[in-house]
């Protein structure tokens, strides 16, 4: 039998330990009989029920308080999702009655407002799993979000909530994990194309795609003309830019030669620029490594 403490003894119980005020609650039953020290008190009760005959008989029952939902313990936030590798987030429940079901959730944004979208098993390669277990001496309901192959769409907030209840009493938790994704260390640009054909005062892009990671490697990117060492700069003839895609692992930098002459060309298939990104970043491990990344053999031909 599960009671809210707070709540009153029906008249046709009486506490194993003496009689009772007209009005009891659960609780000062409780202090009369003794603490309890588990999710079970140690209150006896005696329902007296009449029969046909006039006879009476005891029914005797342990009574179990209500106690507050909360997590008791959960996976580490923040946490990380490393590329191709799984992960368990784990939630565990106290209180009394345990929940009989825990949902997750994983926050989104949509425009400017947050959404909870709740994750059913199956979704996006993830399924969860429950067990009543014991977790330091105490009852536990534990729920597990199994994480697929890491990716980049994973990151986001996690949170577990579940709710317990009975007649006139509920109480719920929920906790939240928040997940980031490690963008793999970087590795050499790659360009749009080696060789870009274009017409004579036409415009010509060149484009590296550029890794970057959390670290801030690369931090400084350049262009160079053939064996100049002069790095080139925007205005007048140039244009660069750093664009963002759809993954915050790599950026776009882009080279515009506006109006583009034989000049520019200085003939076919010869080296006109490089991307050239050559900076000291600080990696993992707390140790420092050198980022040097070099694209080569960019060409332009003008038809």
Known sequence: MIVDPGSTIPTNCSIFAGGKAKVVTWNQAKQRVGTSNGGVSDLVLKKVSSSASGSYSCECTSVNFTRDLQVIMGSSTPNIIKKHKTIDLKCYFSGWPLPSNVEWYKEQWLVSNVTYKLITNGTKGMYQEQKQTRWNGIETLRSILHLPSGTEDQEGFYTCKAKSNIAGWSSSASYTIQMIYECPLPQSPTVSSSQISASKFSNI???????????????????????????????????????NTHTKCQQEFILTIFNATKNDDEGRNQVLDICHVQVHAFLYKGTYSNCSLKIENVTSSLE
């Not at 990117?221 to 205005?235: E, H, I, R, V």
């Open 205 to 243: 892009s060149l484009t590296c795609l550029v890794d970057t990671d959390e670290s801030g490697c690369p931090e400084e990117l350049y262009w160079f003309k053939n064996n100049d060492q002069t790095s080139l700069a925007s205005g007048g003839k140039y244009n660069i830019a750093l664009k």
